[in-house]
């Protein structure tokens, strides 16, 4: 256990009064959990699992910040597998947006074990930021394929719901799902175009129950968060609130937003780019901008 203390990692036992109390309730909870970062975070009240394809689409990106980012810049803390594609792209969410993330490994949470390998940094990053990366494989435990199904039980257990954002036929997420279901855990997903490989998992989600998640709304309403609440969590100058307050999710163009804001060609585009950093908008093509929050 040398890695161990050299990486602070905690062990904590289920008789530990730090063990996360929504773990305790699921089939086959983890004797254990190893975690490096913030335990606290894990018995977050609103702790929201976010999974999909490891294959994200461009448009899988942007319906995950349309739908999500309202609800994380707001404080609600997300966690996932620190995976390609959707999982790593939930983390990196919340390090935008200065709130705590989890990631859950299949196989040890020492840098040596840590998987995927180009990850490190994420994790590392996660940790520094106030979120956590656990695991309930000892340190020095290699990610095989057969723990990140167990892995699963453990995202969907410590959450109080799951969003499924894209998911092929066969897709992993689809047992996370699965596993929330089991979990007496809320299950949403985002629709996608019928035709599109990385939506028949989450639209056959919608068509046996789940519930569809199309807006920051819905993930507002659902955690009961007054609509104002996202925008308010994130620092804006005054021109950025002026210019926010004619984004709207109808594309804008850049000389429009100029008429309405009453701001130089130059100082608009330097507000823009301050405002997609932030992620309250994003340029959808041809100047045009829309709000995302």
């Known amino acids: 256990m040398n890695n161990g203390v050299a990486e602070d990692i905690r062990h904590i036992t289920d008789d ?60 609600v803390p997300l966690i ?17 947006h200065n709130t705590p993330t989890v990631a859950v490994l299949g196989g040890g949470v020492d840098d040596a074990s840590m998987y995927p390998r180009r990850h490190i940094s994420l994790a590392h990053q996660i940790i520094e930021s106030g979120g956590a990366v656990i695991s309930e494989y000892t340190p020095g435990t290699p990610a095989l394929p057969h723990h990140f199904l167990a892995r699963n039980r453990i995202i969907a257990g410590l959450a109080i719901a799951t969003l499924v954002v894209q998911a092929a036929d066969r897709s992993g997420s689809l047992s996370t799902a699965r596993l929330a279901l089991e979990a ?73 937003l100029a008429d309405k804001t009453g701001l130089s060609a130059a100082a608009l585009a330097t507000e823009l780019t301050q405002l997609e950093l932030k992620g309250v908008t994003e340029n959808v093509g041809g100047a045009k901008y829309v709000r995302t929050t």
């Open 80 to 96: 996932s597998g620190l995976a390609f594609g959707i999982d790593s792209l939930a983390h990196k969410l919340c390090l935008d």
């Open 184 to 256: 007496n855990r809320d299950v949403m997903a985002i629709p996608g175009d019928v035709t599109d490989p990385l939506a028949i998992g989450t639209n056959r989600l919608i068509q046996q129950g789940a519930e569809p998640a199309l807006s920051g709304a819905d993930l507002l309403a659902y955690f009961q968060l007054a609509p104002g609440a996202a925008v308010a969590a994130i620092d804006l100058s005054p021109n950025q609130q002026l210019v926010a307050q004619h984004l709207s999710t109808t594309p804008h163009h850049i000389d429009e």
């Open 16 to 75: 530990s009064e730090y063990y996360p109390p929504l773990l305790r309730e699921i089939a086959k909870a983890p004797d254990s959990l190893y975690v490096r970062g913030n335990v606290s975070v894990l018995a977050h009240e609103r702790l929201f699992a976010v999974v999909g394809s490891r294959k994200a689409s461009p448009g899988g990106r942007r319906a995950l910040r349309h739908v999500v980012q309202p609800v994380v810049a707001a404080g």
